[in-house]
């Protein structure tokens, strides 16, 4: 299973960003992703919840974004997307891309992550 995030990159305060990620995985190997989301790690911080979606579109957000980011997803396309708006200088971070995956050849979920995707907020 891969998890492939994009969308990341350099935008002055104030404005807006959308990242995607796509879980995928080799031909019948994904039988179901629960939960699907985000999370951030700036320089010197420990990592943050941004937000989770569940496969029934239930979205729990971390207290720093409420109100500013929205998560939605795409079951069929196994996809995940972050809206943000109003992006601050304290938004920077590596966001990383997660997803909770049953695979065929297993008998529970497992949490997978992408590789991350640096955003980056100017002042």
């Known amino acids: 299973v891969q998890l492939q995030a994009s969308g990341g990159g350099l935008v002055q305060a104030g404005g807006s960003l959308t990242l995607s990620c796509a879980a995928s995985?080799?031909?019948?190997?994904?039988?179901?992703?629960?939960?699907m989301g985000w999370y951030r790690q700036a320089p010197g911080k420990q990592r943050e919840l941004v937000g989770l979606?569940?496969?029934?579109?239930?979205?729990v957000y971390g207290d720093s974004v409420k109100g500013r980011f929205t998560l939605s997803r795409n079951n069929y396309l196994r996809t995940v997307f972050l809206q943000m708006n109003s992006l601050e200088p304290e938004d920077t971070a590596v966001y990383y891309c997660?997803?909770?995956?049953?695979?065929?050849?297993?008998?529970?979920?497992?949490?997978?992550w992408g590789q991350g995707t640096l955003v980056t907020v100017s002042s």
């Open positions: 995985g080799t031909s019948g190997s994904i039988s179901a992703v629960s939960d």
């Open positions: 997660y997803a909770q995956v049953r695979t065929t050849y297993r008998s529970h979920d497992d949490d997978y």
């Open positions: 979606i569940s496969s029934d579109l239930n979205v």
